[in-house]
């Protein structure tokens, strides 16, 4: 079975340019999360969405940072104008719409923004 | 106080060697746990979820305390291949689907 699926791998660019990541969760599951992770700050939880509709935005840092889900089997995250401070290595996870269901998680991008 | 706590580590043990790593957290109201395992510049993968009765797969057994607000992860007969960060998740302390982890315990284990 196909997990949850993340684009690019890597994304090098430059202070000021947009930067999109995408997103494919697992077929049928209708939670997303996307999280980010550095080495001081850990797994932080950016936002999440249930059924396509953003739940909890609360963990995005500011409004350069926005989040779309347009359909079950997309997301993108998005940051303009990029800066330096958020290089990291960005996550999107998925699961079943169930308490105890875990998430599952895709590859990650690193993001370094130079 | 975090919601989740763990110690950093590292801890180095011998190969063979039994370890255990604790995991507090702040919100009685918790629902559900689990233990990640997190390898370096890899993705967090579920390792197992902890259920109230304890719960056991292989050389890994995982515990709760909910009087104490505390999930424990015990390895068996440690191998060079269990080398990575453990992350203590905790679901449901905020929100139906919340989920905070642990900023997890590295273990290093040593030939």
């Known amino acids: 079975d196909a997990g949850v699926i993340q684009s690019p791998r890597h994304e090098v660019t430059e202070m000021g340019q947009e930067v999109t990541l995408r997103c494919k969760p697992i077929?049928?599951?209708?939670?997303l999360f996307w999280y980010r992770q550095t080495m001081m700050r850990g797994l932080e939880l950016l936002i999440y969405?249930?059924?396509?509709?953003?739940?909890?935005d609360s963990g995005m840092p500011e409004d350069r940072f926005s989040a779309k889900m347009p359909n079950a089997s997309f997301s993108t995250l998005k940051i303009q104008p990029s800066e330096p401070r958020d290089s990291a290595v960005y996550f999107c996870?998925?699961?079943?719409?169930?308490?105890?269901?875990?998430?599952?998680f895709g590859d990650g991008t690193r993001l370094s923004i130079l | 106080r975090k919601e989740v706590e763990q110690d950093p580590g590292p801890f180095n043990v011998p190969e063979g060697a039994t370890v255990a790593f604790n995991c507090t957290y702040s919100?009685?109201?918790?629902?559900?746990f689990f233990w990640y395992r997190q390898d370096c510049r890899k993705e967090p993968k579920l390792l197992m979820s902890?259920?109230?009765s304890g719960n056991e797969d292989g050389r890994f057994t995982a515990q709760l305390n909910r009087a104490s607000q505390y999930i424990s992860l015990l390895i068996r007969d440690s191998k060079l291949s269990d080398s990575a960060t453990y992350l203590c998740?905790?679901?449901?302390?905020?929100?139906?689907?919340?989920?905070?982890f642990g900023t997890g315990t590295k273990l290093q284990v040593i030939p």
């Open positions: 077929s049928g599951h209708d939670y």
């Open positions: 969405f249930n059924n396509n509709v953003p739940i909890d």
């Open positions: 919100n009685s109201a918790s629902q559900s």
């Open positions: 996870a998925s699961s079943l719409d169930s308490f105890n269901q875990p998430q599952h």
């Open positions: 902890v259920y109230s």
């Open positions: 998740v905790v679901k449901g302390s905020g929100g139906y689907q919340k989920v905070t």
